[in-house]
């Protein structure tokens, strides 16, 4: 710990000062050359001042000091080596620190556009049903106004669950099937004594969570499709069931069934495509075909996970 090690008291105190002087001025692609010339610019005088405190501290009162120019520049060469280490070091840490939080607010924006992304598909998809509904209750209006003003108050009761539970990603299958009675009562009226639905989930699911308002558009395009395109009474099945660690929803008609790539262009199955795939990325599956009687069917596949008890 004699005089000697002044160098290292030296490099352990700048090492804060190095650090400040990399956020302040760092050497990046665009301004390399003016960080460089200050870093070296910092190294050298550090490593002058570290040169001359150690001729002062040996040489203090000895009658034969060497000269001092010279000591200096010996030192500058002895000195500048540590205090480049440290400053190199400071700016890897830095730099690394930059990168870290460039990636954090990457991720960030990332995270907020997808966020926009699926609240706009979401927003899309109530109008999309809503104008359909409507349409359906002006049909009834001239020919059955009790039918079409039961259908207004069971719209009313639909839209207060939307909007209850719009600010949710994420719904219970249990929440999500009470939503979609809601809707089921409308078309009930709408399509009559014609119209049978079968709804059907296993005893283990009813807490497992799922896309808020992900079965309407899937059970509208099989109304669509598989009701609405035929005159003779039609059934529609929805389930919701496990697979090991999967969560399997499937909605089925005994309609004529439609093209699956003609399907697919619909509103609300493009839709669902996009929100699944915004929220659960490749770990999701949609998949169109047909049933062993002809009909329509869609299967939805997720990661199976359960809502927290509270």
């Known amino acids: 710990m004699g005089v000697g090690s002044v160098i290292w008291y030296g490099c352990f105190a700048s090492a804060p000062f190095f650090v400040w002087l990399s956020r302040r001025v760092p050497i990046e692609r665009r301004s390399w050359k003016a960080g460089v010339i200050v870093h070296i610019a910092a190294v050298t005088l ?10 002062h501290l040996t040489y203090r009162g000895a009658p034969l000091a060497p000269p001092l120019d010279a000591y200096l520049k ?13 400053a190199v070091a400071a700016h890897a840490i830095d730099a690394r620190t930059r990168v870290y939080e460039r990636d954090l607010e990457a991720e960030r924006v990332r995270s907020q556009l997808a966020e926009s992304r699926l609240e706009a598909l979401t927003a899309q998809l109530q109008p999309h049903f809503l104008f359909n509904t409507l349409q359906g209750i002006s049909t009834l209006i001239t020919h059955d106004p009790a039918a079409a003003d039961a259908m207004l108050s069971d719209l009313s009761d639909l839209l207060r669950e939307v909007l209850r539970g719009s600010e949710r990603r994420e719904v219970t299958v249990d929440e999500e099937l009470r939503v979609l009675e809601s809707y089921l009562s409308i ?35 099989a109304l669509h499709h598989g009701v609405g395109s035929h005159a003779g009474p039609a059934n529609v099945t929805v389930a919701a069931r496990r697979e090991k660690d ?10 004529p069934g439609v093209n699956a790539a003609d399907s697919g262009r619909g509103i609300g199955l493009a839709n669902t495509r996009e929100r699944l795939s915004g929220l659960y990325g490749e770990a999701q599956r949609l998949e169109l075909g047909r049933t062993t009687d002809g009909g329509f069917a869609v299967r939805v596949e997720l990661p199976f996970h359960e809502a927290e008890i509270r």
């Open 246 to 255: 999967r969560l399997v929803l499937t909605v089925e008609d005994d309609g």
């Open 74 to 86: 010996v030192g500058l060469i002895a000195d500048a080596l540590p205090y480049l280490t440290v």
């Open 187 to 221: 078309s009930r009226r709408r399509f009559g004594d014609r119209l049978t639905v079968k709804v059907a989930r296993n005893a283990d699911v009813g807490r497992a969570l799922v896309p808020f308002f992900v079965l309407q558009p899937l059970v509208e395009n």
């Open 46 to 55: 550090l490593a002058l001042g570290t040169a001359w405190l150690q001729f």
